[in-house]
């Protein structure tokens, strides 16, 4: 180590000097004040000793300067001293000294102070170069997860959640709190809404959230059911989720024309139906595991059905919620959250009944940050089916001339969706893409014709009531569960045109047919729901019935310009 | 000591005291996985825990595949009313005996 | 003192003759210049330059000497100049026996 020894008697500077280098360290001699802090700032020696009586600015004045300039480096500063008045004892302290070293010179004390300071200044150096080396691990974090904010926002966007029937609150860094919220329009209208809550937090948890994302969006576009969505994502986690690792799960669909919801809880607290016109709130308790804990064949997705009124509202929220605390550590809890839905109940303002209470609640207290809840309303979803916007195709691309016959047996009706791979088919040909919306409603609403009242034998009427609703979808499981035979077939090909394409959609079923006329006599009416036909007749360019009505055959015209017919 | 153990013939009794939560995942682990010989049964008792978190569930998913997955025997006795329903909110009564 | 004198040597080794070349001159020259300042009643800087002597007295092991460097920087620091030139007169014996003891080494 290099040490300053800074004496203006040269007999003490000398026995001083050779004292130091006896125990292996380098010297700098100053014979006065000035010239000690002229070498000071030239070496930056590791420790100093000082005199306190030199011409040309004494110990004080020099410790002063090293102190205020040099602060960082700390350097010990060891006075020199034969002074023994307490004053100055003070004074050396006050100015920045570290210690005294006195006249006589012991070799054994002075030694002992050396190496003392130079573990001390090792210690520190350390523990400056630690606290260095955590600051820039900790900016590189937070770099980090700024950008895997980033990465994760494109990937889990906001999809339907700024929709105006939708209120939601999420912190900004909720990802890696390990909570997920997603909402998607479903390609026939009504919406998909997911939160998601992954045990443990970081990294794990908002790794698990992308793949929960791409799932749930590219599943809901392509019109995939609730169940099938769960299932893939439940399939996903378990497959990637370490053991003990899972995500407690709300999905829910709401059909906005059908004014019915969809829903299932695996692990998160009860979310709340919240009927406006009778002021009640209907809990929708977990009844499953959550996602990721077991295999799909020993998993039960078993969905509930129920009616979404004009005015109904859903209530959906994770553990953060209850659990925000007040700057006492208190709870927030159960009882305050239902008093503050109900509170706005009447007025439709729940959400905000509850934004309020939960920031009343925890002011003063600096938690809040996974708070994750949404409120889904009901609305009058305006089916016009204006086409998206146009994207210039070439007239003949994608499988332009093609055709396509399937058959599905009993087997297949009870456990295949035939429409996410027509529909993905239908979607690379041409402009059909602009076409979306009405070709996957008459797609949908042929092939619910044809198995639930073709071969199911369900009444439509039976879903104008809301029980009659959960009636509907009790009998159509249990009736697909019986199912032995029966069959649909379903036959699809384009033609193409000079400026666009046909498109002829035919589905056959095995069951005994109907009353198709009445129907076509209706056809203008589109207030009734006779089996989603007024709808078809609207969208397509010809439907023809045969067989007493087990056949049907419509035919979709489309433009290149993308211009409705 | 937040986790206990204690086994007599085919039996593992693992008690938890106080919180169960991530900071006596060492201990839960090692409670089970110390023992030479495996035992067939599991007991882990609740009755001393006072709260219970969503690790504590990985905790016990993680005994629950030790202990062989679908064929382990676990029996998860002595629950507070709160602790229940923690459990019952997650469905895991589809997957450990719950008393 | 012999002991100490002894112990320098064996530190310093060829500088020691370096050593008592320094404190030779350095101290005469303050010595020199304290009945000057005791005359003109310059208490303060008597106290300064002989708190310098004391110090290398102290070092080489000239006990006595350094004991009455004290006592006067003691009374000179309290602006008590009064026993100043029969403490400087003892001062300059002690300082002499020093020097020809550390010459004699």
Redesign the interface.
């Known amino acids: 180590m290099k040490i300053l020894i800074a004496e203006d008697n040269a007999t003490d500077r000398l026995i001083l000097k050779k004292l130091v280098e006896q125990q292996g360290h380098e010297v700098v001699e100053a014979k006065n004040g000035k010239e000690a802090i002229e070498k000071y700032s030239s070496e930056l020696p590791g420790i100093v000793l000082l005199d306190v009586i030199m011409p040309e600015a004494d110990g004080f004045e020099v410790a002063k300067f090293i102190k205020l300039n040099y602060d960082a480096l700390y350097t010990p500063i060891i006075f020199i001293t034969s002074l023994t008045e307490t004053e100055f004892l003070v004074k050396c302290i006050e100015s920045g000294g570290d210690d005294f070293f006195t006249k006589p010179f012991n070799r054994i004390v002075l030694q002992a102070k050396i190496d003392a300071f130079i573990r001390a200044k090792n210690l520190y150096q350390t523990v400056v170069k630690q606290k260095q080396e955590i600051e820039l691990y900790s900016e590189h974090l937070v770099q980090e997860q700024r950008v895997a904010k980033q990465i994760f926002d494109n990937v889990a966007h906001k999809g339907a959640l700024e929709e105006a029937y939708i209120s939601y609150s999420v912190s900004a860094l909720s990802i890696f709190n390990g909570d997920i919220l997603l909402a998607a329009k479903r390609p026939l209208g009504g919406v998909n809404v997911l939160l998601g ?1 992954f ?2 937090h970081g990294l794990p948890a908002s790794i698990g959230a992308l793949p929960v994302s791409d799932i749930f969006y590219s599943m809901t576009t392509k019109g995939f059911e609730l169940f099938e969505i769960i299932s893939k994502l439940n399939e996903r986690l378990h497959s990637i989720l370490p ?4 995500c ?1 799960a709300i999905l829910a669909e709401i059909d906005f024309e059908q004014n019915s919801l969809t829903f299932w809880n ?4 009860d979310a709340y139906l919240i009927k406006r016109k009778s002021g009640e709130l209907l809990e929708l ?6 996602l990721g ?2 295999e799909n064949d ?1 998993y ?1 997705i078993n969905i509930d059905m129920m009616a979404f009124e004009d005015g109904d509202s859903i209530f959906i929220y994770s ?1 953060g919620v209850i659990e925000a605390e007040d700057d006492r550590g208190e709870m927030f809890g159960r009882d305050n959250l239902v008093l503050a839905l109900l509170n706005g109940v009447s007025e439709g303002k729940s959400f905000d009944s509850v934004s309020q209470a939960i920031k009343s609640h925890s002011k003063g207290s600096s938690q809040g940050d996974d708070i994750t809840f949404l409120e889904v309303r009901n609305h009058f979803e305006d089916q016009t089916y204006s086409p998206d916007e146009v994207e210039q195709v070439q007239v003949k691309s994608g499988p332009s001339d093609s055709s396509i016959n399937l058959f599905l047996g009993p087997q297949s009706l009870k456990s295949y969706n035939p429409m996410p791979m027509l529909f993905d088919m239908l979607m690379e040909i041409g402009n059909l893409r602009s076409y979306r919306t009405p070709l996957f409603t008459i797609l949908t609403e042929l092939y619910s014709n044809s198995l639930e009242h073709g071969i199911l034998k369900l009444s439509s009427s039976l879903k104008r009531s809301a029980d009659g609703f959960a009636e509907y979808y009790r009998l159509r499981e249990a009736r697909l569960d019986a199912l032995k035979d029966g069959y649909v077939k379903i036959a699809i090909s384009h033609a193409d045109l000079a400026d666009g394409g046909m498109l002829t959609i035919h589905f056959e079923d095995s069951g005994e047919g109907f009353d198709y006329k009445s129907v076509e006599n209706i056809k203008d009416d589109s207030k009734l729901s006779g089996r989603g036909y007024p709808l078809i007749y609207k969208l397509a360019d010809s439907v023809v019935f045969d067989n007493n009505g087990s056949t049907v055959t419509i035919k979709f015209r489309w433009y290149s310009t993308g211009k409705p017919q | 000591m937040a986790v206990t153990s204690n086994a007599s013939g085919n039996e593992l009794t693992i008690k938890v005291n106080g919180k169960f939560d991530f900071s006596c995942h060492q201990e839960f682990r090692s409670s089970y996985e110390g023992s030479d010989s495996r035992p067939e049964k599991y007991i882990v008792d609740l009755g001393e825990t006072s709260y219970l978190d ?2 504590a ?3 016990l ?2 005994l629950r ?1 030790y202990a062989g997955g ?1 064929s382990a025997q676990i029996h998860i006795k002595n629950c507070s009313p709160e602790i229940k329903k923690i459990l ?5 009564e ?2 450990f005996d719950v008393s | 003192m012999k002991e100490m004198i002894q112990q320098l040597k064996d530190l310093l080794g060829d500088d020691f003759s370096t050593l008592v070349k320094a404190y030779d001159e350095d101290n005469r020259a303050i010595l020199d210049s304290l009945g000057g300042l005791i005359k003109s009643g310059q208490s303060e800087e008597v106290a300064r330059q002989i708190h310098s002597l004391k110090g290398a007295s102290a070092n080489i092991g000239a006990e006595n000497l350094s004991q009455t460097c004290q006592t006067l920087e003691h009374n000179a620091r309290a602006g008590d100049l009064s026993d100043a030139p029969e403490l400087l007169a003892t001062i300059q014996s002690q300082f002499e026996e020093a020097v020809t003891l550390l010459k004699e080494a």
Request: charged residues 15%; hydrophobic residues 35%; aromatic residues 8%.
């Open positions: 809550d045990t443990g053991t003990g690792f899972f407690c695996g692990g998160l607290p308790p977990s009844s499953h595991l959550p804990i077991v020993k039960d553990d | 969503s690790s569930l990985g905790m998913l993680l595949d679908d019952s909110i997650s469905n895991f589809q997957l």
